[in-house]
């Protein structure tokens, strides 16, 4: 069936308004009426020959658009700006009843949607500048997009009625992660992985959160004062984002920052190369 691309349109302006600051669309719809009503409320003057005829005519259609559009446009914004402050009460009250409540009860009697709004509002308690993508439902690609010191990195939240997830998820947001030159990527679920799933993980820079750490990082956040909060966060955001790459000194490729999976450096960073398995050179942080 046909859409009205009317209606569409203005769907699209309130989805994006949504995804601003509430602030931001109260401001967008005071910038979109004074315009508006200036056009609206200006006198035309009556055409004085033919030929003025087709800029009156134009003129006129202007002004019938902005008399609409006085009241329309401040109205989608308005509209737009409520949704972002009730999503933001909203995601700040589920981050409390996970501090509060019993967490893995909350965490499996959440929509999908919830969850995700959840985990992006954690994020940002660490730190992050966050992008929700509003993707793709309970089993859509990537879902949130972080940026923290000029790095971009990604984030999947897999909110399943299957508990586990499997090797081919963090597979494929591998994949999906390399192609859109994401420094990092965490794969968050409400339940756990598999263990084939946390081998693939090893050795490349994703960080895998399952529903009892996400639980565990949420509740640190409250009981320790702000300048401890860093040391509560997913290991990939502490990466030191001033330091220059080094090269490898195997093969003389570039490095990125990865995380240790197991030893005796468990959770440490280091600087892994990028033609890994082939080459294994590292480099540490100090």
Not at 137 to 160: I, M, N, S, T, Y
């Amino acid at each position: 069936m046909a859409r009205n691309r009317k209606q569409s349109l203005l769907e699209e302006v309130i989805e994006i308004t949504a995804m601003l600051p509430w602030w931001v669309g109260v401001l967008l719809a005071f910038v979109a009426y004074f315009p508006c009503h200036h056009y609206a409320t200006a006198e035309i003057l009556a055409p004085t020959s033919i030929a003025q005829m087709g800029s009156n005519i134009a003129s006129q259609v202007g002004k019938t658009l902005a008399t609409v559009g006085q009241y329309l446009l401040p109205l989608v914004f308005l509209t737009g700006a409520g949704i972002s402050a009730y999503g933001r009460r909203k995601r700040a009250k589920l981050f409390e009843d996970i501090q509060e409540g019993p967490a893995f009860h909350l965490l499996n009697g959440m929509k999908w949607i919830e969850f995700e709004m959840l985990v992006g509002e954690a994020f940002r308690h660490w730190g992050y500048v966050v992008s929700e993508t509003g993707g793709g439902g309970a089993d859509g690609g990537v879902d949130l997009v972080l940026r923290k010191g000029g790095e971009k990195f990604l984030v999947q939240c897999k909110h399943w009625k299957a508990y586990k997830v499997g090797v081919t998820t963090i597979r494929e947001f591998y994949g999906v992660m390399a192609a859109s030159g994401a420094v990092g990527g965490f794969v968050v679920t409400s339940g756990v992985f598999t263990e084939e799933a946390k081998s693939f993980a090893e050795g490349i820079n994703i960080e895998l959160i399952g529903g009892t750490e996400l639980t565990a990082m949420i509740k640190k956040v409250k009981r320790q004062p702000q300048t401890t909060i860093a040391a509560t966060q997913p290991a990939l955001q502490r990466s030191p984002a001033t330091i220059t790459e080094p090269n490898c000194p195997k093969c003389g490729s570039t490095m990125t920052v990865r995380v240790a999976k197991h030893g005796a450096n468990y959770g440490k960073t280091f600087w892994g190369c990028t033609g890994f398995p082939r080459c294994r050179g590292v480099v540490s942080i100090d």
